[in-house]
Structure formats: C-alpha cells, structure tokens
C-alpha cells in the first residue's frame, strides 16, 4: 500500500459508518466540501462571535469523536440534506478538528487521499502558535500535498484577519507537530509562542506531535484527550524519543512504515480509555 492509498479510505474515526448515506449529493471539489461543512458545524470557542451563547447541551457536542456520531447528531437536529446550510444557531458544535475530520471524511469517500494534520495555527493571535487542526489532501493536478482550513468561513476570515488562501494555507501559517518541536529544539522558536489558553511550552508541542502521529495513524483523537507519554510539564520529556517522532511526522510518507511500527509503542498507540482533560475524567474512546 503506498502512503496516498492508506489516507483514500475512510476508517476507523473517518468512517461515516450507517449514515455514509448522508455523504450522497455532496459536491467533488476540495472547496465545495469546506463550505458544506462549514454549513453544518459551528466552532465551541468562536460562537460568540455569530451571536452565539451556546447550552450545556451544545458544549457536549465538541465530545464527539467519531464522524458516525457527528453525523447522526446533524441528522438528529436537521434532516435536510448535508449541503443545505444550518444557521449558525443550528449547527453542530465543534472545534478545529471536527471541521477538519468530518472534511477529511468526505474527501475520502470520494477517494481522494486526505488526512488530518494537528499542529498550530499563526493566524489566530498575532506572535502566537494557537493549538490547531486543519487538512492535509493530495492534489493531484499540483502533485503534492497541500493543507486546507475548512473552519474558515468569511466571517472567521474576517475576524482573524486571513489573507491567504483557507484551501493553500502557507506552510509557515500552519505548523505541523513536528514542525514546531524541531523549531523550539533548535533555538529557532521560542516553545512559550506554542500552546493555547494558559498552557504553553515545549510539554504542549510534545503532546501534539503524539496526537499528529495518532492521526497519520487514523485516530484523529480530541485535542484535549490525554495519553501515553503526553505530560503536563517540560520536565521529564524524553526528548529524543519526540525528536525522533517530530522526524517522522515531518516527512510522513517517506516513513510510513516507521509511523505504523511505531505506532505500536504503547507511549503512542490510542488506548480503549483516555484522560479527557476538559470534563476531567477517564473517557472511552468508542
């Protein structure tokens, strides 16, 4: 299997499962399919900014993993077809990397190689590196991989300033995981411009290069599920053992065999039950 076959297929989180029906009618372009998901989901932490306040009800959304759960909760709410826009007030809940896994999921049950890349983001606060999801598909007219920020709709264009182009995200506005740690190790970054909230620092980029190498494994986990090697402070970081998963996601198809072998090492491999940080309590994955 090359690398691009291995992210053409929906599995595991990406797979829409009983309502891989809901997918019929979606249109073909990388573009297209931002919009529709745009149109279904609504950003936890940006809410207020469509005039949103969000219910209890509304925040538990953004704990949905599985693009099954997400769709059946759309289906649950509106059961028009996936392409019809929701007003805002009437779309999911999510975060980053809900409009990043449900896009990467449409994409591939067109065949198209995508998959989701965690890292940070340099257009959301001006100095900073803010904690981000976005997606990484394979266009096939250019020949390479290319990153797609399918949360940013005008209004959110707008509001963080961004001018470039949400589906050729440059690769200095997006860091990949391994990015990052490998500018911070070098001396060339400052890891306290890394994080999000009140929580920076080089433990952060640490536990976003696990959550990168999870997903070009095919669990794209919540950003705030804790596991493995993830720690809550620089101290006690094995670094050679990020620098050499920094290495590996950073050119992840010349290492695919590498990320799958090591992928097996349980400071890395998704567990049945992990720490989710924000409700404070263990949580099943399935």
């Given amino acids: 299997m090359t690398a691009l076959d291995n992210y053409r297929t929906p599995v595991a989180m990406s797979d829409a499962g009983r309502q891989a029906r809901l997918f019929d009618g979606l249109p073909h372009d990388v573009g297209g399919l931002a919009q529709v998901v745009q149109g279904l989901l609504v950003h936890e932490h940006v809410a207020p900014a469509y005039g949103l306040t969000l219910s209890p009800e509304q925040h538990a959304q953004a704990h949905l993993r599985s693009v099954e759960s997400i769709l059946e909760t759309i289906a649950a709410q509106d059961k028009k077809p996936l392409p019809v826009a929701r007003p805002a007030g009437e779309r999911v809940v999510g975060v980053c990397r809900h409009f990043t896994l449900l896009h990467v999921a449409m994409l591939r049950a067109q065949g198209v190689a995508a998959r989701a890349r965690c890292g940070f983001g340099a257009y959301f606060q001006q100095g900073m590196f803010i904690d981000h999801w976005v997606t990484e598909y394979w266009n096939e007219a250019r020949k ?19 001018t470039f182009d949400p589906l050729d995200v440059p690769r200095d506005q997006f860091l990949v995981a391994g990015d990052a740690w490998k500018l911070c190790r070098s001396g060339k970054a400052d890891p306290a411009a890394f994080g999000i909230l009140d929580m920076h620092g080089l433990w952060f980029i640490a536990g976003n290069v696990i959550r990168d190498v999870a997903a070009l494994n095919n669990h794209e986990m919540l950003p705030w599920d804790v596991w493995g090697a993830m720690a809550q402070s620089d101290a006690g970081l094995d670094l050679p053992f990020f620098d050499r998963l920094a290495e590996l996601s950073q050119a992840p198809d010349e290492h ?26 263990p949580d099943p994955v399935h």
Avoid at 144 to 162: A, G, N, S, Y
């Fill in 144 to 162: 390479r991989w290319m990153l797609v920020d399918p949360q940013l709709d005008t209004p959110q264009r707008e509001l963080f300033k961004v």
């Fill in 256 to 281: 695919l065999d590498e990320l799958r072998a090591v992928y097996e090492d349980k400071r890395i491999a998704v567990p049945g039950t992990v720490f989710n940080a924000v409700l404070n309590h």
